[in-house]
């Protein structure tokens, strides 16, 4: 049985870190570049935790009993696609002047 290795390059890119105001951070002032490599960082986290056995369990049973490694991938996709959602409208009311 093959495993999967993470591919990691020997130097990182630096972050892009957004102005220090001494203010809260808006979502809308992390470039989107860094935010997309936050979430993929979180993402791929989750995905390497998932094993073939939790596979075999999900096809299984409908509710799999203990930790649901692959339930945890689904409800970060979820909250990521509501956090677009919702950055989209905004958008959308701010550039039409809704």
Known sequence: MR????????????SILPRKSGKITKLLEIDALEL???????????????????CIARSKES?????????????????VRRCECVWLVYSIETDYGL
């Open 36 to 54: 997309a490599r936050q979430l993929t960082i979180l993402e791929s986290e989750l995905f390497f935790k998932i094993k073939q056995s939790d």
């Open 3 to 14: 495993t999967l290795q993470p591919t990691v390059p020997e130097f990182p890119p630096p």
């Open 63 to 79: 509710v799999p009993s203990g930790p649901d490694t692959i339930k945890s991938v689904i409800n970060l996709a979820n909250k």
